[in-house]
């Protein structure tokens, strides 16, 4: 079993930055996938940003491209999202989630995604 915990939410003015961590309690040595997804009051769950872990592979929602950065640490077992240019559009609850032992295209699927955190809030004012 795979624990996930999220840390860095908070409130900004839209503008701001804000970093987030996932740290995951088991490494993976190969095939790990791990990612941002985010949901909003009456909206359905949405991927953000998604690592291959393997090979450093990285995929976006269009929404966030060119101000949102997945990056990795392997020798922490942490991803982090660092969030730049926030709009109140971007105001969600945000969930790190992974899946272990796939391919990197399990990385574009919600669904394959078997582990999730707790989630951490963010918020952006006008």
């Known amino acids: 079993q795979v624990q996930l915990v999220e840390s860095g939410g908070g409130s900004v003015q839209a503008g701001g930055s804000l970093r987030l961590s996932c740290v995951a309690s088991v490494y993976t040595p190969w095939g790990a996938c791990m990612g941002w997804f985010r949901q909003a009051p009456g909206k359905e769950r949405e991927g953000v940003a998604t690592?291959?872990?393997?090979?450093?592979?990285?995929f976006y929602a269009d929404s966030v491209k060119g101000r949102f950065t997945i990056s990795q640490d392997n020798a922490k077992n942490t991803v982090y999202l660092q969030m730049n240019s926030l709009k109140p559009e971007d105001t969600a609850m945000y969930y790190c989630?992974?899946?272990?032992?796939?391919?990197?295209?399990?990385?574009?699927?919600?669904?394959?995604?078997?582990?999730w955190g707790q989630g951490t809030q963010v918020t952006v004012a006008s």
């Open positions: 690592i291959y872990t393997s090979g450093g592979f990285t």
């Open positions: 989630a992974a899946v272990r032992y796939t391919s990197r295209w399990s990385c574009l699927v919600r669904a394959d995604f078997s582990y």
